[in-house]
């Protein structure tokens, strides 16, 4: 995911910089992430993350802080898991369709397996999930 990020940051000559590394995946992560990347940019207004769970992190921050979300930030979240529509505001998110990736790959390892000729690139779809925090 990071690698598609850095790329589009050098096609769109974006700085670098914007991007804010956590150790983990859990809502913890996100919410020092949010401390760490708003010190470092203030003036920021939206923050992408790259997992649901983060995205609830970041708004308990911005909450905490009384940030008002979508107005003074946005943030948006990937998965498309129930933690988005358990927080406050609900997050929006990219529902990556993990069920019908998963399938896929198995699909995919079974042909290999099989000695079966295989696709080098497959593209999967994924919906943007539009909720309150954008």
């Given at each position: 995911?990071?690698?598609?990020?850095?790329?589009?940051?050098?096609?769109?000559k974006?700085?670098?910089e914007?991007?804010c590394?956590l150790?983990g995946?859990?809502?913890?992560?996100?919410?020092?992430?949010?401390v760490?990347?708003?010190?470092?940019?203030?003036?920021?207004?939206?923050?992408?993350?790259?997992?649901?769970l983060?995205?609830?992190?970041?708004?308990h921050?911005?909450?905490?802080?009384?940030?008002k979300?979508?107005?003074?930030v946005?943030?948006v979240?990937v998965?498309?898991s129930?933690?988005?529509?358990?927080?406050?505001?609900k997050?929006?998110?990219?529902?990556?369709k993990?069920?019908?990736?998963?399938?896929i790959t198995?699909d995919?390892?079974?042909?290999?397996?099989k000695?079966d000729?295989?696709?080098?690139?497959i593209?999967?779809?994924?919906?943007?999930?539009e909720?309150?925090?954008?």
């Amino acid at each position: 995911t990071l690698y598609g990020f850095q790329y589009g940051l050098e096609e769109y000559k974006l700085a670098e910089e914007n991007i804010c590394e956590l150790d983990g995946i859990g809502q913890d992560d996100g919410y020092l992430g949010a401390v760490k990347l708003l010190e470092m940019h203030p003036e920021i207004d939206a923050i992408i993350c790259t997992e649901d769970l983060i995205a609830v992190g970041v708004i308990h921050y911005l909450n905490e802080k009384k940030i008002k979300i979508p107005k003074e930030v946005a943030v948006v979240g990937v998965n498309n898991s129930n933690y988005g529509k358990i927080c406050y505001p609900k997050i929006t998110t990219m529902n990556n369709k993990m069920a019908e990736t998963a399938i896929i790959t198995g699909d995919t390892l079974i042909g290999v397996l099989k000695g079966d000729i295989m696709p080098h690139k497959i593209l999967l779809d994924a919906d943007i999930v539009e909720r309150e925090s954008t």
